[in-house]
């Protein structure tokens, strides 16, 4: 009478998830008979598990979308690419944070579980197939992101942040799932696609109220995970509460799984009512633009003015959004690769700078770099004018797609609003440039580095990154295109 | 009016009147009981939906469990309940503001376009099983991924756990069971021998041990 049937070839679309699952759990083991001392075991056997998952992800992608475990889990160009780009920015967290944490005594193998089990989480969140995948996808990210930030239990402004973040992220979530519940009852059917075939998205269909009451939560929901304001009130506190590393990863890892569970619910389920959704993302965009350039001119910290920048920047990133064609998706997926690229390299920097009792968090702490170390200073200073949009950074180029992504959806005045606060932003930004060459240091002696040459490598690699793929940008940007090309027409 | 829509009326009745109650008595303890009530008025209007697996469940995870380790809480904690009161009064007109906005909202919603809902066929009564076999079978079939993902969910809940509870404290005197098990009689106890039989030749003279 039960009817179980099971594909065998399930298993191999997940392979990537199911191994990186099968990894976590043996470093998870592993890590029970190590020493302290021999903690980095588990940081090479992490960035193993990640290169591993990366490499499956990539040889393993089909040529058409798949889809898996009854539509469950899709797999297909948009989820490889943000996929890889996800492992890679983890693997920038556990280089980067590593000294850091030591210093901090959160160098423990919870740190690492919780960072794999959450890109685990966004793994699946990106593919998700269904409401229900995207919603636990969600909780696996959110939930080890709020042990994160607590991590460092003694400080009270990692307290504080990770209760902001944990009761403003349940509410999101709920938020979410009441959305998700009117898509339900609208059409009867958990699966995305399923959900866009069976919707009757004209002006006087049957359902359509409840249609769009439930996109008014989604839009919300998603709006709170990539901190668009005005539901950005968490961002700041956790961004400056949460230690630099786990700063790093919410800054960078899950703003692409934002993306994905994004483009994954506006386009796949709901891209009938694109109509509504522009018109909601336009107004977060130009609200997101104005409120994060303005308010981080104030900033003082380092941490919280990058926060404020995270802001306008999902500004920008809605702006793509507003184009709904997978070519506005295109530049806006192209221009959160670009960003998390960017804030990798100031967070690394700040890490780089950041010693025990000593967090290097505060823009005065940047006074004089050059003097001190002029190659860290070069560094840093190509990751400020690119996050401005300076040209030929890559930063540049990424606002240049989509601002035409906007221009061609005939949204002229969301082009002029984004330029306006891009040239506001450009004071903040360039503020810390002028620190970090005209002022004198506080200290005259050379900045001390940390022993961990690897992570001065991959640093400066990323640094230099910036500027060739500010040169080199077309082959990503294709990359993208194609991409969302082939997975718009799956999913349609 | 058939005897399922009186009762179901009696329970939504007895749900929503134990909801209000949580929130209206003065005592912890009886609001906890209350909110007992409301999870068992909930779990009859479900059993009344034919969904008796959700309804048993209800009944054991959240009463049984849920509420008893909520009532040790509130009795062991011995909350001073008056302080607890004060701003109730000053807080009611925003309260009541929010909650009129809210009911207004969800009548637009539901109220409105209550006859444009879908009402979706009973999977487990078209399968011709009970609503447990089919909830089953749904679980381990069709959404077999998402259920293996909500145990890692649970996972994850535990290691997080760890980092942010376990502290090493130094100075502190505890058993080792291990040991305790592994001890012999002569690790403890040293038989002396001794003739039984000698007299005392000096008093004052302490005895060997």
Known sequence: MINIAFNPNDLVTVLPELFLLGATCAILLIDLFLKQAQRNLTHVLSLLALAVTAWLVWSGSPAQATSAFNGMFVRDAVGTVLKLFILLTTALVYVYGRLYMRDRKLFVGELYLLLLFATLGMMLLVSAGSLVTVYLGLELLTLSSYALVALNRDSVMSSEAAIKYFVLGALASGLLLYGMSMLYGATGTLDLAQIHAAADFSVGGAHRNLLVFGLVFLVVGIAFKLGAVPFHMWLPDVYQGAPTAITLFIGTASKLAAFGMAWRLLEVAM?????????????????????????????????????????????????????????????????????????????????????????????????????????????????????????????????????????????????????????????????????????????????????????????????????????????????????????????? | MTFPLICFYLFAAATTLAALAVILVRNPVHAALCLVLTFFSAACTWLLADAEFLAIVLVLVYVGAVMVLFLFVVMMLDVDIDPLREGFIRALPVGLLVAAVMLAEMLALIGVRVMDMPVTPDPAAAAGVSNTTWLASALFSQYLLPFEVAALILTVAIIAAIPLTLRHRTGVRMQNPGKQVLVRPQDRLRIVKMVATKPAATSGEAPTP
């Open chain 1, 271 to 492: 891209g009938g009512l694109h109509a509504q959704w522009t018109l909601m993302l336009a107004i977060l965009a130009a609200i997101s633009l104005a409120v994060g350039n303005v308010v981080a001119i104030a900033q003082t910290n380092l941490k919280r003015m990058l926060a404020y920048s995270t802001i306008s920047h999902v500004g920008f990133v809605l702006l793509g959004f507003v184009n709904a064609t997978p070519a506005g998706y295109a530049s806006a997926m192209f221009y959160m690769i670009c960003y998390a690229l960017m804030t990798a390299v100031a967070f690394g920097v700040i890490l780089l700078l950041a010693r025990a009792g000593f967090e290097a968090e505060e823009i005065v702490d940047f006074k004089g770099l050059n003097q001190r170390n002029p190659w860290y200073a070069g560094v840093m200073a190509i990751a400020m004018f690119s996050l401005a949009g300076v040209p030929p950074l890559f930063g540049f180029f990424a606002k240049l797609m989509v601002l035409k992504a906007v221009i061609d959806a005939g949204q002229m005045w969301l082009a002029i609003v984004a330029i306006v606060f891009a040239i506001v932003g450009l004071f903040y930004y360039l503020n810390v440039v002028k620190v970090m060459y005209f002022d004198e240091p506080a200290e005259k002696n050379a900045l001390p580095l940390p022993a961990d040459t690897g992570m001065r490598w991959v640093l400066s690699l990323n640094g230099l990154a910036l500027i060739a793929l500010g040169i080199g940008w077309g082959p990503l940007l294709d990359w993208c295109n194609q991409a969302l090309l082939a997975s718009s027409q799956f999913a349609r």
